[in-house]
Nanobody
Framework: QVQLAESGGGLVQAGGSLRLSCAASGRTFSRYVMGWFRQAPGKEREFVAAISWTGSSKYYGDSVKGRFTISRDNAKKTVYLQMNSLKPDDTAVYYC????????????????WGQGTQVTVSS
């Protein structure tokens, strides 16, 4: 069982930056693929980024490539999402997710989910 708690969301102007954190409970955090997804009102949940167990492999959605960076600290049981050059289209609730699989997936089929944190980018 893994519990996830996101933090770091807020209101930022276009072009600004935010860093989201996701703290996990549980003893086997290092054996979970971690991902970030987002969902805007009236839209489907969208893949943002994912990272493998060791952090050696990272994957990004096309809309955030080159602007967002995912990382993890297994000792702290935390995954991060550094978001730069934010755009109004990035406005959404951002969810952290954990998956007990070896293969990184970009679909929202992860085993555990956080409650989400709101990110609002003003123009």
């Amino acid at each position: 069982q893994v519990q996830l708690a996101e933090s770091g969301g807020g209101l930022v102007q276009a072009g600004g930056s935010l860093r989201l954190s996701c703290a996990a409970s549980g003893r086997t955090f290092s054996r979970y693929v971690m991902g970030w997804f987002r969902q805007a009102p009236g839209k489907e949940r969208e893949f943002v980024a994912a990272i493998s167990w060791t952090g050696s492999s990272k994957y990004y959605g096309d809309s955030v490539k080159g602007r967002f960076t995912i990382s993890r600290d297994n000792a702290k049981k935390t995954v991060y999402l550094q978001m730069n050059s934010l755009k109004p289209d990035d406005t959404a609730v951002y969810y952290c997710a954990a998956d007990s699989t070896v293969v990184v997936t970009t679909t929202p089929s992860y085993d555990y989910w956080g409650q989400g944190t709101q990110v609002t980018v003003s123009s």
